[in-house]
């Protein structure tokens, strides 16, 4: 086995304690709860677009329940139904607010257009006749993931999407 010469060796030392405090500088910063929440409800819309069920139902929190009296079977119901009920979904999200009442919590309210068709833009609501509905979801911090623990939803109007 050969050696390395003494210098060479001083050098990696030397590397190391300048180069890697750089290096650890350098790596990406801590994504932010709010950046984590809107990623999350991004995921949450492309899995409902695929019909991705299984992807939704790790989305949401085995404790949830709502205003309804409904569970986390009785929504994974909901979604399969809707999901057999309409042959493609299309959807058009927009976040009105997102806040964190503590650490582990957040508070969202987002409006989502759904159509059969794909939706450009809020002016084709209308149009395409989509069903707009505003949800006031309350997630939390399970493991250091974002899941749904419980959900409100309403009816909307068109001009809450502008």
Known sequence: MRKFPGKLNIFIAMWWVFCLPLLVSCSPAEVSPEAQVR???KRGETAAEKKQTGELRKMISDKY????GQDKRAIESILRYYFLRN???HLLMRIQSIAFPQPAQAQAVVLVAMAGQP???ARELERL?????RFEITLTSENKEWK?????WRRAEPGDFF
């Open 39 to 41: 990623a999350f409800l």
């Open 65 to 68: 329940s709502d205003s309804q």
């Open 87 to 89: 042959e493609s979904i």
């Open 119 to 121: 939706i450009s833009g």
């Open 129 to 133: 006749r989509a069903d707009l509905h």
């Open 148 to 152: 749904v623990i419980r959900a409100e």
